[in-house]
């Protein structure tokens, strides 16, 4: 928490909004993607999804596959509680939407379902593209599966398994988005990503979560910004942006949303 706490105040003395981003390509981004106001009517969905999950207060075992948790001490949580703590914010969650839409990303994919708040923006901003999303924990699985079939997300495909397991059988599938949002270690983090190099195309866009969650997921953080196939970052502070645009300059920004 400390270390969160001291990433975040160097993040405000460093970042910026789009005055002095001389890049068209991430001026527009963040001008007409992470600071357009609209009120999507699509807003509404993902806000009755993020109800319905906090009014449900079934227990479930839950298999640790990642980092592990900061907040829970067993194995035995209620689903309202795992949407309120593990879950994409309701901030994030439009913000995931408003990326999908402004790429027009058809084929995205995502690590870490959990109950699928994030699945669902993706899948309602994408909806005649698919979304692939890989949970390893089999009831949060079942939870997140019996949701999305409830809010009609027949564009997504859910896959109950471990990361690496997963990765490994993608092969020549394309993604033109991917969201990492599970198991945050330094390792795990680049191998992930490392692998996913081979599902991309030149227009991708991999976006990392938490990259300031831990000195070593800053450190992994600090690896894909200085790969060499990687052009374009952005440091949100709470999501990493890796772009591999060839014809962008080599540049990282860090911009506040
Ligand atoms: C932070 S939660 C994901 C939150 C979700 N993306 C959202 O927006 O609400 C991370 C999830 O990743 C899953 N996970 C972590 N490491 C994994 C691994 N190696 N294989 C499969 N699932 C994993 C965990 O079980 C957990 O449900």
């Given at each position: ?7 975040y ?7 910026t909004?789009?005055?002095g ?6 001026y527009?981004?963040v ?5 357009n ?33 900061r ?23 439009q ?22 708040l994030?699945?669902v923006?993706?899948?309602l901003?994408?909806?005649n ?8 924990c ?17 564009n ?7 990361f ?25 983090t680049?191998h ?28 992994a953080?600090?690896e894909i910004?200085?790969?060499?196939k ?6 949100t ?10 014809e962008?300059?080599?540049e ?6």
């Amino acid at each position: 928490m400390l270390y969160q706490a001291k990433q975040y105040l160097k993040f405000l003395k460093k970042s910026t909004n789009q005055h002095g981003v001389h890049s068209p390509f991430v001026y527009n981004l963040v001008t007409q993607c992470f600071y357009n106001k609209t009120k999507y009517k699509d807003y509404t969905t993902l806000k009755q999804y993020r109800e319905s999950l906090y009014k449900n207060n079934t227990t479930i075992s839950v298999t640790d596959f990642g980092a592990g948790s900061r907040i829970f001490k067993t194995n035995q949580r209620q689903v309202s509680k795992i949407a309120k703590t593990a879950g994409i914010t309701k901030k994030r969650a439009q913000l995931l939407y408003r990326i999908t839409n402004y790429l027009q990303a058809k084929n995205t994919l995502e690590l870490g379902t959990s109950l699928g708040l994030a699945t669902v923006a993706l899948s309602l901003a994408n909806k005649n593209g698919n979304v692939t999303s890989i949970e390893g924990c089999p009831e949060t699985a079942q939870i997140a599966k019996q949701q999305l079939e409830a809010f009609h997300c027949k564009n997504t495909t859910l896959k109950t398994s471990n990361f690496n397991t997963e990765l490994h059988q993608l092969n020549t599938s394309v993604f033109d988005l991917i969201y990492i949002d599970g198991n945050h270690q330094k390792e795990a983090t680049l191998h992930y990503f490392e692998s996913l190099l081979h599902n991309i195309h030149n227009d991708s866009l991999i976006i990392f979560d938490d990259i300031h969650w831990s000195a070593s997921m800053t450190e992994a953080w600090q690896e894909i910004m200085k790969h060499p196939k990687v052009t374009v970052t952005i440091d949100t502070f709470f999501w990493g942006f890796a772009f591999f645009r060839k014809e962008q300059e080599k540049e990282h920004f860090t911009i506040r949303v």
